[in-house]
Structure formats: C-alpha cells, structure tokens
C-alpha cells in the first residue's frame, strides 16, 4: 500500500491540498493565518517529492516575469470586462471576495511574497502538473493542473477566482515547461498579484 501512494502521489497530497484550501477559506477572521499555514504544508512536501526546476539567469526570470505577469493581468481585467456585459452580478462577487480575504497590511503582502505566491507555485506547477505528466501527455498536464487550480481557489466561494485562476494556471504552467523557471513564475505571479490588488484593482476598472 504505501509502494503504491508512493507511486501515485497525487492520491495523498491533492486531497490534502483541498482539504486545506477549504480549512482556511472556511472563516474570514484566520484566512491569512490558516492559508500560510497551507500552503507552508504544501510548499514543503512539494520540495520534498519533486525537483524544482531553475534554469533561467535571475535577470531573464525578471524580465519575463514582469512580461508574463502583466500579460497575465491583462487576461484577467479583459475577462472581468467581457463578463460585466452580460447580467452575473460580478461587481457583487469581486466586492465581497476583496472585503474578506484582500490584502490589507504590509504583512499581508509580505506572507504574499515570501510563501503563499512561492506556495502555490511550488505546488501546483513544481508538484502537481509535474506529477500529472506520468498520466499524460504536457499539454494535458497543464490543462488538468489549471483547473485544479482553479477549483482550489473557487472553496472560497468565489466563482469568478476559478476563471482567474484557470487563466493564471495556463499561462504560468505553460511557461514553467517553456523556460523551466520556478523563479520565473513566481515573480510572474507576484507582479499579477501587485497590478490586480494595488495598482488597478478590478473593482475600479
């Protein structure tokens, strides 16, 4: 049994993951501690059962990051407008997501930086496509570990996160296998992170 989970990770750690990603969307008032506790759980086993994979000179990780994670916020914004033209009530959504679980503090943004964004990279990305791709073939791998995604973040009762995050998984999952950068989509992540949260929010778009 345990050659077996051993074989077929996924089994073990995706379970873990949205069980997780449930506990901390589950109360407003502990998001932020529950959440880096997560994905502090998630970011370490992934280290342990994959190989993280840097490839890229630091100043090409920057420059694609900031190329990719623009792109990436376009994507979103552009969606967010397409979907205001038809009757969803999104404005609702998004207002209500921000007031419980946006970043607020310095500290918020700090948790950001240096485990929750590196957390979700290192996991969804590092572990799980890679994982995926035993089953599959890259393309599909990128496709499945997207939507994974996606759902993780819609637990939080946000259904307009799980296109975001779709979107977002794509891309960045794409460029991991493309340029084979860890760095390179985090940094891509924390500028999509900056524009969508304090540069141009979706609500003031």
Do not use: C
């Not at 921000?98 to 590196?118: E, G």
């Not at 637990?155 to 084979?180: I, S």
């Amino acid at each position: 049994m345990l050659r077996f989970f051993a074989s077929h990770k996924l089994l073990l750690f995706l379970p873990l993951a949205y069980g997780l990603y449930y506990w901390s969307f589950d109360k407003t008032s502990t998001f932020w501690y529950m959440y880096t506790f997560a994905l502090l759980v998630l970011m370490s086993a992934s280290i342990v059962f994959s190989d993280i994979s840097d490839e890229l000179p630091t100043w090409k990780s920057m420059i694609f990051g900031l190329g990719y994670g623009t792109l990436i916020y376009g994507i979103i914004a552009l969606g967010y407008k397409l979907l205001q033209l038809i009757p969803v009530q999104i404005e609702n959504s998004v207002s209500s997501f921000l007031a419980n679980f946006a970043p607020t503090t310095i500290w918020h943004y700090l948790l950001l930086m240096f485990i929750i964004v590196p957390g979700e990279e290192i996991f969804w990305r590092g572990f799980v496509q890679q994982q995926l791709k035993q089953y599959m073939t890259t393309f599909a791998a990128i496709f499945l570990s997207a939507i994974l995604f996606g759902l993780a973040l819609g637990l939080g009762n946000f259904w307009p996160g799980q296109l975001a995050g779709l979107a977002a998984g794509l891309v960045l999952g794409a460029l991991y296998e493309w340029k084979r950068s860890m760095p390179l989509i985090i940094i891509a992540h924390l500028v999509m992170i900056v524009l969508l949260f304090l540069v141009q929010p979706l609500s003031i778009l």
